[in-house]
């Protein structure tokens, strides 16, 4: 089965780029979307179809995705982008996500 | 304005039943696809089982199969799970979403409703 591997934490200070990734086997070969979770909020969308930004979405937020590996990059983090960030493709008439990755802005 | 509610969680003890509701507003909810995924604490994202816009359709993670059913009701723009059989590892927030075929991605969640499955 399809498994998206995700680091379990990252951390970036204040002001700085965060890199999250999320890799599998040729996931570049496939549509990679990204979500943000804040405890009690509801998920929203952040990046679709690998890099492209939701209305609403800071340009902050950008989105790659080539050969095994897919990466959401937060330029100029801030304090309320802290949040478990979840990556997802289609594989096999599925959902897939990955296991998350819990975002600590110092 | 997209919105998606969900209501019906709470506490409830093993091999009990509990039904889940996610009342949606702001779009067309017959014509969407619209799926259950639950975060178990310390755990990602599952999904748990999803229905097609007339209701025909649907389909369950191995982990809940035969245990929970999804459906809709079209006339109140609302989409239902009854969980059965519940286990400790159901235990999770429970998430109503709006799938997109265009791309196989959530453009819309709701906020979660959390399920306890202990005694």
């Known amino acids: 089965s399809y498994e998206l591997t995700q680091s ?18 040729d996931i570049g070969t496939k549509s990679v979307h990204w979500y943000q979770r804040k405890t009690g909020q509801a998920p929203i969308l952040v990046i679709y179809r690998d890099s492209v930004r939701p209305s609403g979405i800071p340009e902050r937020f950008s989105g790659s995705n080539s050969g095994n590996t897919a990466t959401l990059t937060i330029n100029r983090a801030q304090a ?27 | 304005e997209v919105q998606l509610v969900e209501s019906g969680g709470g506490l409830v003890q093993p091999g009990g039943s509990l039904r889940l509701s996610c009342e949606a507003s702001g779009f067309t909810f017959s014509a969407y696809w619209m799926y259950w ?25 191995d982990s809940v199969k035969g245990r929970f059913t999804i459906s809709r009701d079209s006339a ?6 009854q969980m059965s059989s519940l286990r400790p590892d159901d235990t999770a927030i429970y998430y109503c979403a709006r799938f997109t075929w265009a791309a196989n ?3 819309y969640w709701g906020q979660g409703t959390l399920v306890t499955v202990s005694s």
């Open chain 2, 76 to 81: 109140k723009n609302t989409l239902y799970v």
């Open chain 1, 8 to 25: 379990l934490s990252v951390s970036v200070a204040l002001g700085q780029t965060a890199s999250i990734s999320c890799g599998e086997t």
């Open chain 1, 80 to 106: 309320g982008d802290e949040a478990d960030y979840y990556c997802q493709v289609w594989d096999s008439n599925n959902v897939v996500f990955g296991g998350g990755t819990k975002l600590t802005v110092l």
């Open chain 2, 105 to 107: 991605y959530f453009d």
């Open chain 2, 37 to 61: 995924v639950r975060q178990v604490p310390g755990k990602g994202l599952e999904w748990v089982s999803r229905i097609n816009g007339d209701g025909r359709r649907t389909n369950y993670a």
